[in-house]
């Protein structure tokens, strides 16, 4: 049931362009307008939210941080991420103008459940984003918006994190649909850029080669360093979960203007470091800073290895290594620059011996607190 795969997470890995695909079918009809009929909060509702809320755990709540960057630039709704676990301890301001998202692939994560809970007792109305049908967490919610990436086996979550992120994308341009914020305009062209994104995510998988190979050679080190800027960061943190799970090495993430606020101390000669870099389209302040992070941490001794966009010849002279991501808008750029990190993990873990599919410690869906 493999599929000739090895483990379920390389075939899970490979699965991730129909998963996207999927996850997009059906939802934008032939005028490129979005039709999430399934989401059964109105439209009149959703015109008078004021305050967005995500609330997840781990991978997921990855996704929902990658989703805050979206809906407030696309909609202008205040948003906010929150990790499950904490957020209800902090007694959260909440009421019936608050959409609160909830994303989960098992949809029976314990914490997650007990937020929403939390949050509808408040008045607010739950929308849930999960890939299990039929699971609690969509039982318990106002709507749910279902990703299609099929059943995820491996305890490291891969094509579910991509669909997660297609799903909150699809929320984001919705409401601004629905809203019809300033972005208005611009939401056509994103939908279409959208339904591109099971071509880059094809794409990114036929180079992974180079990146198994590089893998292969640092199955010895005891730490690597992930840095990432804007919707970046949140994809840098995802690396580095992966590679704690599966290769049971110290990684971190960080956001790369906070490393002369204390992780830079970190660096010393030969230590990798990944560097998410931002797709330079219309955003070339943020491409030109993460340039200069680059070099920062290779006149210290880095090794860096630099996930950009193809043709971003900016970081080619502080790249020990590169990995060519196909062009996307920006904020759609986690699609892509994530599966290089999946796949690094993944040959890590095979690369130290461990149990790629079932890493020790950890459950496939968490259900207690
Ligand atoms: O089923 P959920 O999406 O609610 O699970 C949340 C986390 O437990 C999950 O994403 C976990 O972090 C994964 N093992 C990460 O690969």
């Given amino acids: 049931e493999k599929g000739g795969y090895d483990y379920f997470m390389l075939k899970e890995i490979a699965e991730q362009p129909k998963a996207v695909a999927d996850t997009l079918l059906g939802r934008i009809d032939r005028a490129g307008e979005l039709t999430l009929d399934e989401v059964r909060i109105p439209d009149s509702v959703l015109r008078e939210v004021d305050k967005v809320v995500i609330v997840a755990c781990g991978t997921a709540y990855h996704a929902g ?10 909609t202008r709704i205040p948003c906010e991420t929150e990790l ?12 019936s103008r608050t959409l609160v998202i909830a994303v989960s692939q098992s949809g029976e994560t314990m914490d997650t459940l ?20 039929g699971s609690t967490i969509p039982r318990e919610s106002d709507a749910v918006l279902y990703t299609h990436a099929g059943p995820e086996v491996a305890v490291a979550s891969t094509k579910a994190f991509l669909t997660q992120l297609v799903a909150c994308y699809l929320v984001a341009l919705y409401l601004g649909q629905v809203r019809g914020t300033k972005w208005g305009d611009e939401i056509g062209e994103l939908v279409r850029e959208l339904s591109e994104a099971s071509a880059w995510v094809e794409d990114v998988l036929g180079t992974m ?3 198994r190979e590089l893998a292969r050679g640092l199955a010895d080190r005891n730490t690597v360093l992930f840095l990432g800027r804007h919707v970046g960061f949140p994809v840098a943190l995802e690396g580095a979960l992966k590679l704690k ?4 090495m110290h990684a971190e993430g960080f956001a790369a ?20 870099v931002p797709s330079p389209r219309g955003r070339s302040v943020l491409h030109d800073k993460i340039v200069s992070n680059i070099q920062e941490i290779r006149a210290r001794g880095a090794l860096t290895i630099v996930v950009a966009e193809r043709g971003d010849t900016a970081v080619v002279p502080y790249a020990d290594h590169l990995v060519e991501v196909p062009e996307t808008p920006t904020l759609l750029q986690p699609l892509v620059a994530t599966v290089p990190l999946q796949v690094f993990a993944c040959e890590l873990a095979t690369a130290r011996g461990n149990e790629v599919d079932q890493p020790r410690n950890l459950a496939k869906s968490v259900t207690v607190e």
């Avoid at 941080?65 to 696309?74: G, Q, T, V």
């Avoid at 799970?245 to 049971?248: D, I, P, Q, S």
Wanted: glycine fraction near 6%.
């Fill in 114 to 133: 007990m937020a929403l809970r939390h949050a509808r007792e408040q008045g607010a109305r739950v929308l849930a984003i999960c890939n299990t049908n």
């Fill in 84 to 95: 499950a676990s904490e957020f209800r301890y902090r007694d959260p301001i909440l009421d």
């Fill in 209 to 211: 080669e180079p990146v």
């Fill in 245 to 248: 799970e599966l290769a049971y």
């Fill in 65 to 74: 941080m990658i989703a805050k960057y979206a809906i407030e630039h696309w």
């Fill in 257 to 276: 203007g906070e490393l002369k606020h204390g992780p830079i101390a970190l660096i010393e000669e030969g230590v990798p470091v990944v560097v998410v």
